[in-house]
């Protein structure tokens, strides 16, 4: 057994509605999956990886994220809650 710790990593994609009042996050690049937002339309950011012990790119926790994504298949939240989130668990 090896001492690294598995890499568990995804790579994931980030989006912004058109509004740019909402972010989302999931693992379909075309962001098909996302919900419709009622009056705009999501539109790719960026690229990065997910997992564990990743940090992301926007500084929320990846935890949240990746319980969202496994519930729904996306993750979404209000862009001006761009602070970290979670638990340390």
């Known amino acids: 057994m090896s001492d690294h710790i598995r ?7 980030l989006f912004v509605n058109s509004a ?15 919900p ?11 690229e990065f990886q997910l997992g564990v012990q990743e940090v992301t790119p926007f500084g929320i926790d990846p935890e949240p994220i990746l319980r969202g994504m496994a519930a729904n298949g996306y993750f979404v939240w209000p862009v001006e ?9």
């Not at 890499?7 to 994609?13: L, S, Y």
């Not at 996050?25 to 962001?31: A, I």
């Not at 937002?37 to 950011?45: D, G, H, K």
């Open 81 to 89: 809650n761009m602070q970290p989130f979670g638990t340390s668990q």
């Open 20 to 34: 740019r009042t909402l972010s989302a996050v999931t693992f379909d690049r075309d962001g098909r999956n996302l």
């Open 36 to 46: 419709h937002p009622r009056v705009c339309q999501w539109n790719f950011a960026q």
């Open 7 to 13: 890499d568990d990593a995804q790579k994931a994609f």
